[in-house]
């Protein structure tokens, strides 16, 4: 089992900035893939941006030059760089971790881009 837990979410103007971050623990041994989804509501949960064990990284093309994912693994973590946030950024944002074809979600943190 891996467990995943986010911080850093909250409520921000149009323009600010926040970082989340996703502290994996238990199992993690091969976790292949971290990662970050968001949902907003009445809408899909989709993909923010994806980063492998070897630090190739993947984004929605939605938040390309805003959003920075990046990972320490000796820290078992990953986080979110969000600049120039948007209101349509406006969602609950889940950590994703992959591990042998397995998908690990965390509980979501809430982010409000607002003025």
């Known amino acids: 089992q891996v467990q995943l837990v986010e911080s850093g979410g909250g409520l921000v103007q149009p323009g600010g900035s926040l970082r989340l971050s996703c502290a994996a623990s238990?199992?993690?041994?091969?976790?292949?893939?971290m990662g970050w989804y968001r949902q907003a509501p009445g809408k899909q949960r989709d993909l923010v941006a994806a980063?492998?064990?070897?630090?190739?990284?993947n984004y929605a093309d939605s938040v390309k030059g805003r959003f920075t994912i990046s990972r320490e693994n000796y820290k078992n973590t990953v986080y979110l760089q969000m600049n120039s946030l948007k209101p349509e950024d406006t969602a609950v944002y889940y950590c994703?971790?992959?591990?042998?074809?397995?998908?690990?979600w965390g509980k979501g943190t809430l982010v409000t881009v607002s003025s």
């Open positions: 980063i492998t064990s070897s630090g190739t990284t």
């Open positions: 994703n971790a992959i591990k042998m074809g397995t998908d690990y």
């Open positions: 238990g199992n993690i041994f091969s976790i292949h893939v």
